[in-house]
């Protein structure tokens, strides 16, 4: 285990890859983002950091709503094609089907199998570039054919994955085992 | 594509999954953490939401220095150890072999394949029950052979990725194609 100091940069692996939806300039516009997490339990809130030169941020902070797609294999080609264009210069409000939820403002994708309706609760801005939104989730809608009982099955959700460094998409792989289980009985060598 | 509104969750696919390494009380200590994402580019920045009843917590905000550790699939079990227990009822500085580099209060884990020594930058308070801590990454360490060039080799890496509404573990699976690429040639049916 001999250890090398590497470049500095966002080395975190692997990251979810999520569409981020949202009107702007009235009318709806998605932007695949990596840099997403969780931050809160009760009421359930999402994080997303978004560059302040992105067209997105700006239909955000208008409404003040947005909606977190989590897209699967099948249209990883279409999410793809979103990020490759802002906003400003491509019409994306035909890339997918759409509908919505209790918000006007949170355009949410038919194709995605999992979809969150998000009421911005919390603008933060980094002072380096970035705004973090965080977004009260109010509702969630998932594909019935994916639901086991009350959660969506990981495995028919088929997420994708992204590795910063070499710009790859990945699926998930083989089940590892439960946690707060497996290592229940580790002892060190 | 019939759609349903489910129970409102931390619904987010996939997670990755981190071992945070902190002092606390003088003590290297170690906590598994899935609400994590980077959050800013130029610095580096990473962000953390923990629990405020977490050890883990008094230390980063003392010392204002933490470690995120990338666990790969042979440390999984240790990783799911540290998570079973508080720091306040377990000794966990003898669980990993450690290291250190510029800083003094952020333990670093020799069995994981890939460290960032991280100085937090930013506190913030969800006022919901959770510390949302952001740190600068000022240093990166790799195992040498997981490296491809300069950057890390992902499926060298072999990170973990948590579902959370099944609280499983995941490998990473196949390849799916490049970003910012594979939709290049993109047009809706």
Redesign the interface.
């Known amino acids: 285990?001999?250890?090398?100091?590497?470049?500095?940069?966002?080395?975190?692996?692997?990251?979810?890859v999520?569409i981020v939806g949202a009107h702007v300039n009235g009318k709806p516009n998605f932007m695949p983002i990596?840099?997403?997490?969780?931050?809160?339990?009760?009421?359930?809130?999402?994080?997303i950091?978004a560059?302040q030169s992105h067209y997105t941020n700006k239909g955000i902070k208008e409404n003040q709503e947005f909606s977190?797609n989590?897209p699967s294999?099948d249209i990883?080609?279409?999410?793809?094609?979103?990020?490759?264009k802002s906003g400003k210069d491509l019409d994306k409000s035909?890339?997918f089907d759409l509908?919505y939820?209790d918000l006007e403002n949170a355009p949410m994708i038919?194709?995605a199998r999992?979809?969150?309706e998000c009421k911005l609760a919390?603008t933060?801005d980094?002072k380096?570039?970035?705004d973090?939104f965080?977004g009260e989730?109010?509702?969630?809608?998932?594909?019935?054919?994916i639901?086991?009982g009350?959660?969506?099955d990981?495995t028919k959700?088929q997420?994708?994955?992204?590795?910063?460094?070499?710009?790859?998409?990945?699926?998930?792989?083989?089940?590892?085992?439960?946690?707060?289980?497996?290592?229940?009985d580790?002892k060190?060598d």
């Open positions: 285990m001999v250890k090398t100091k590497i470049r500095v940069g966002p080395y975190l692996y692997p990251m979810p999520v990596a840099w997403v997490s969780i931050v809160e339990h009760k009421p359930p809130m999402i994080s950091s560059n977190i989590t294999v990883v080609k279409a999410m793809d094609y979103c990020g490759l035909g890339v509908f939820g038919k194709e999992l979809n969150l919390i933060f980094t380096k570039g970035h973090i965080i989730i109010i509702n969630a809608y998932a594909e019935e054919n639901m086991h009350e959660i969506p990981f959700l997420p994708i994955i992204f590795s910063m460094n070499d710009n790859n998409y990945w699926k998930i792989g083989e089940k590892i085992g439960g946690a707060w289980s497996i290592g229940r580790y060190k």
